[in-house]
């Protein structure tokens, strides 16, 4: 079976790798695979607002193509941000209309990052797994995964975190007193870029 990528993606050959300290980290990316309208995705490193409007455009792409299910492959995040968060809840509360939904399911997750989804609600819409409840993720080979390259502008960062701060509000309304100070904090951002 051979994966294929939509959206802006580019080959990744080898992990491009920072070093520093006298030891190698790797850089936070996100990975991406489509097949058979399915979407697989894995971040790496810390999944933050930096990688979110990649996440967000990879998404809007697989799903205007008909792609339903997203797979998350969660072994190498170390942690998620309330906008990746939030933009992970846009993806499945997506409107398509009738009965039908995106599927969007995180496989491999720690326990920190498991619980900073629950805290926020996230569970009642997105179907989550601990490293320890199944198998390691499957994943496509190194060799034919993709690396979802896009750097944002800062007004698409100001767009992407305030709407995945909205869709946290959504998911439960117990957020919108967490957000309420980031939410008008990038209205202001929001108004005076437009300025």
Same mark, same amino acid.
């Given at each position: ?102 599927? $969007?399911?995180?496989? /491999?997750? @720690? =326990? ?6 629950? *805290?926020?609600?996230?569970?009642? #819409? ?42 946290? $509000?959504?998911?439960? /309304?117990? @957020? =919108? ?6 939410? *008008?904090?990038?209205?202001?951002? #929001? ?5």
């Amino acid at each position: 079976m051979r994966w294929t990528a939509w959206g802006e993606c580019a080959t990744l050959g080898i992990f491009v790798a920072l070093y520093g300290h006298g030891g190698v980290f790797l850089s936070d990316r996100l990975l991406v695979a489509v097949h058979d309208k399915q979407a697989f995705v894995k971040p790496v490193g810390r999944a933050t607002f930096k990688l979110a409007p990649a996440l967000k455009r990879f998404s809007v792409s697989v799903i205007s193509k008909g792609c339903r299910t997203l797979q998350f492959n969660m072994s190498e995040c170390t942690t998620l941000d309330s906008t990746f968060m939030g933009v992970l809840a846009g993806i499945a509360m997506w409107p398509l209309g009738g009965d039908e939904k995106i599927q $969007v399911t995180l496989r /491999g997750l @720690n =326990a920190r990052t498991h619980s900073m989804l629950a *805290t926020l609600g996230l569970e009642r #819409i997105i179907t989550c797994y601990d490293r320890d409840e199944t198998e390691e993720p499957a994943f496509v080979p190194e060799d034919e995964v993709q690396e979802m390259k896009h750097v944002a502008g800062k007004d698409e960062t100001l767009e992407t975190m305030r709407a995945a701060h909205q869709d946290l $509000v959504r998911v439960d /309304g117990g @957020n =919108a007193k967490r957000f309420c100070d980031v939410l *008008t904090y990038l209205d202001q951002e #929001i108004k005076r870029a437009d300025d």
